[in-house]
């Protein structure tokens, strides 16, 4: 409510419209996968490596509270350490079909 009264006092309340439809029509490259690749991405391997620390773990340990601690160690590291990797190798990926595409 506050945010249309304040648009209708504003001088320039016209050319928000006209901006706004600008970048509508904008044409360009999706970021969807660039989105995926952040946002996605790393909560999959951090959600697969935790699922395989416990599988793991689940053979060795018995008591619940103490897995799920120990199984957190592995499965950070897997994702600090793959996600980064797994997005070098997507950029080198999408680098080389940009080449052939010329």
Do not use: W
Not at 24 to 43: R, T, V
Not at 66 to 84: D, F, G, M, Y
Request: net charge positive; hydrophobic share 45%; charged share 15%.
């Amino acid at each position: 409510m506050a945010q249309q009264k304040y648009c209708r006092q504003c001088s320039r309340k016209d050319r928000c419209g006209d901006i706004y439809t600008k970048l509508g029509n904008e044409k360009g490259p999706s970021i969807l996968p660039k989105a995926l690749q952040a946002f996605l991405l790393p909560m999959a391997v951090f959600i697969l490596s935790l699922a395989a620390s416990l599988h793991i773990l689940a053979k060795f340990l018995n008591s619940p509270e103490i897995r799920n601690a120990l199984a957190l160690l592995p499965a950070l590291s897997v994702t600090l350490i793959s996600v980064p990797i797994i997005k070098a190798v997507a950029s080198q990926l999408t680098k080389g079909n940009s080449h052939h595409k010329l």
